[in-house]
């Protein structure tokens, strides 16, 4: 059973682009949606939660399709500094106390 | 910013041998969790932890595994009898409020030979 799904990779985009990963979860009593990111043998930080009507931090674009069940992140003007791993993150309204399920992440590489 | 701090940052150990992992969580949070990550693979749960007591565990979180909240700060995994497949990153994790983001801490990689 595959929880979260997301395209693996590699983004390849050039400083400045704008870039849009993809998500799509299989329970649809999912209940809190997140996008973390990992840098390479590091720890997943917290990039932005995702609400239903949708949210945007500086950049960083979340939307979220509960009828889809369908997770997107939207990075405009990309930075060298975005380069890493995107995890799409879920929690399941039966969860006790938010068990998360991670996607395999996406990853992106901006080149000067 | 307050993390959460994990020791040791790498054990290397003898397939058989205990492991024990530290974490210390955020200091005014009260949900705990333990994640791995197997190299190239994705962060799975294990198991999360409240009021000093288990509340989910995954189906890696079989009887070899253990967790423990010893005094008010440390939150530690043990692995009894360590196998070559529990080689993997473990991440420790804490809430404030439950349903709330979780913050990692930055791992112990765990080596098993």
């Known amino acids: 059973r595959k929880e979260v799904e997301q395209d693996p990779g590699p983004f390849n985009v050039p400083e400045g682009a704008t870039v849009a990963f993809n998500c799509t979860y299989s329970?649809?009593?999912?209940?809190?949606f997140f996008w973390y990111r990992q840098d390479c043998r590091k720890e997943p930080k917290l990039l932005m939660s995702?609400?239903?009507s949708g949210n945007e931090d500086g950049r960083f674009t979340a939307q979220l399709n509960r009828a889809s069940q369908y997770i997107s992140l939207l990075i405009r003007d990309s930075k060298l500094s975005d380069s890493a791993t995107y995890l799409c993150?879920?929690?399941?309204?039966?969860?006790?106390?938010?068990?998360?399920?991670f996607g395999r992440g996406t990853q992106l590489t901006v080149w000067p | 910013e307050p993390e959460v701090t994990q020791t040791p940052s790498h054990q290397v150990t003898q397939m058989g041998q205990e492991v024990i992992l530290r974490c210390v969580p955020i200091?005014?949070?009260?949900?705990f969790y333990w994640y791995r990550q197997i190299l190239g693979q994705k962060v799975e749960f294990l198991v999360s932890?409240?009021?000093?007591?288990?509340?989910?565990k995954s189906e890696i979180f079989d009887d070899q595994f253990s967790v423990e909240r010893p005094d008010g700060s440390n939150f530690t995994l043990k692995i009894r009898s360590t196998k070559l497949e529990d080689s993997a990153m473990y991440f420790c994790?804490?809430?404030?409020?439950?349903?709330?983001?979780?913050?990692f801490g930055d791992g112990t990689r765990l080596s098993i030979l």
């Open positions: 995702v609400y239903s």
């Open positions: 329970n649809s009593a999912s209940q809190s």
């Open positions: 200091s005014n949070h009260l949900y």
């Open positions: 993150v879920v929690v399941d309204r039966g969860s006790t106390l938010g068990r998360l399920y």
């Open positions: 994790a804490s809430s404030e409020v439950e349903g709330q983001p979780q913050h």
């Open positions: 932890f409240y009021n000093n007591e288990i509340s989910e």
